[in-house]
């Protein structure tokens, strides 16, 4: 199995910044590809932004040149440096991995992380 634990969330006024971590243990491994999603109250589940193990990324067109997704391969850990943060930006975050293969196949997610922006 993968564990996902967030940290990083919280409360931070417009135009702040605040950077979200995602460790995952277990058989961490076998992930192809890990990314950040939120969801806000009322509405779907959305892709933030999302990096593969040789480091292709994808972002939002919302928070394009906003956020960054990096990722650590010798911690396991997934970072999203989000900038210029408006009240758009509101939602529980959500950690993600993808293992597409093997007995571990499938999407693991973690518990989220609140992010508050206030006007």
């Known amino acids: 199995q993968v564990q996902l634990v967030e940290s990083g969330g919280g409360l931070v006024q417009a135009g702040g910044s605040l950077r979200l971590s995602c460790a995952a243990s277990?058989?961490?491994?076998?992930?192809?590809?890990m990314g950040w999603y939120r969801q806000a109250p009322g509405k779907q589940r959305e892709l933030v932004a999302e990096i593969t193990s040789g480091g292709r990324t994808n972002y939002a067109e919302s928070v394009k040149g906003r956020f960054t997704i990096s990722r650590d391969m010798a911690k396991n850990t997934v970072y999203l440096q989000m900038n210029s943060l408006n009240v758009e930006d509101t939602a529980v975050y959500l950690c993600?991995?993808?293992?597409?293969?093997?007995?571990?196949?499938?999407?693991?997610w973690g518990q989220g992380t609140q992010v508050t922006v206030s006007s």
């Open positions: 993600n991995a993808l293992v597409p293969a093997g007995d571990l196949r499938g999407n693991y």
């Open positions: 277990g058989s961490s491994f076998s992930i192809y590809r």
